[in-house]
């Protein structure tokens, strides 16, 4: 007798083996850059800022007003690694 949830259980584990590779091509890759941004003549510096727009509200000629919600976060060489 076959599994009821056999097709299920299949789908379930290809997507639990998808997420388990790129995280670990991603924890490589971020491996490297600690390495390699930790050196002492490199530079490093990302900075993201979340900045939403309302587009039920006024508009700027036709074009959503902006805001920026005061939340970004940067990082630096020295804080790179955590």
């Avoid at 670990?24 to 990302?46: G, I």
């Avoid at 700027?60 to 990082?75: I, P």
């Amino acid at each position: 007798m076959m599994n009821p949830y056999k097709k299920c259980l299949d789908k379930y584990f290809e997507t639990i083996t998808d997420f388990k590779h790129s995280l670990n091509r991603l924890n490589q890759v971020l491996l490297n850059d600690v390495a390699k941004y930790t050196e002492v003549d490199a530079t490093y510096f990302l900075g993201t800022a979340l900045i939403i727009g309302d587009w039920t509200g006024p508009t700027d000629n036709g074009w959503k007003t902006n805001f920026h919600t005061g939340v970004r976060k940067t990082t630096l060489k020295e804080n790179y690694t955590n």
